[in-house]
């Protein structure tokens, strides 16, 4: 069965460049979710969209920002990255089932993201 | 607020022992949604399991089953006969019902290390 698709895997930049992260979902799901996981740390979510409109926002810091587009995938972008920026940073995606139910979110491989 | 916690930081076992991952936690919502991922050491989050606020049955999947008691608070997770390959970090997760935010909140994870 076709997955998230995360590209790329790995990533280095240096402090003060800018990243952008893809997300492909699985076909027909209609909500994407970005999580960053720090080393030894849970996933913490931060942005949401659902049918290419942002649905829910976490603690993103404000140099980031995301989008979805028409095709459902999704990207991050990151400018002025910091030391702190480093993670593993995943992509999930999920079909409403309803809008009064919760859907199960199927995670990416994920991007390591390494800031020198 | 909504709260997953995860008392047990790492646990260690022989192979073919059985193990409980237990998972405690808060939600002032009646409708809300329970899950289980698996971490193994290659990084990906790998979906084992979602359980309903409305629904208490547990269930037994091959050498997994899950303990879904409210009155508790609790989500716990068996492994029986575990077995190398079952090394891994397990994340505990909540989400609200209701489709207003369908984030997950994670806890802080339990490490299972599978001994030969």
């Known amino acids: 069965a076709a997955g998230v698709i995360q590209s790329p895997r790995h990533l280095i930049k240096e402090k003060r460049e800018t990243a952008t992260l893809k997300c492909y979902p699985i076909?027909?799901?209609?909500?994407v979710y970005w999580y960053q996981q720090g080393p030894g740390q849970d996933p913490q979510f931060l942005i949401s969209?659902?049918?290419?409109?942002?649905?829910d926002k976490g603690s993103i810091p404000d140099r980031f920002s995301a989008q979805q587009f028409s095709d459902y995938h999704s990207e991050l972008n990151m400018s002025s990255l910091e030391l702190g920026d480093s993670a593993l940073y995943f992509c999930?995606?999920?079909?409403?089932?309803?809008?009064?139910?919760?859907?199960?979110?199927?995670f990416g491989p994920g991007t390591r993201l390494t800031v020198l | 607020a909504q709260k997953v916690t995860q008392a047990q930081t790492e646990i260690s076992v022989v192979e073919k022992e059985d193990v409980t991952l237990d998972c405690v936690y808060e939600t002032r919502d009646t409708t809300y949604y329970l899950f289980w991922y698996k971490q193994p050491p290659s990084g990906e989050l790998v979906f084992l399991i979602r359980?309903?606020?409305?629904?208490?049955q547990n269930e037994i999947s091959g050498r997994y089953s899950w303990n879904f008691q409210k009155s508790t608070s609790s989500f716990n997770f068996t492994i029986t006969a575990s077995q190398v390959v079952d090394s891994a970090v397990y994340f505990c997760a909540l989400s609200q019902g209701g489709g207003a935010t369908n984030k997950l909140i994670f806890g802080t994870g339990t490490l299972l290390a599978v001994q030969p």
């Open positions: 076909p027909r799901h209609d909500t």
């Open positions: 999930a995606s999920s079909a409403r089932d309803s809008p009064q139910l919760v859907d199960t979110q199927y």
């Open positions: 969209f659902y049918e290419k409109m942002q649905s």
């Open positions: 359980r309903n606020s409305f629904d208490e």
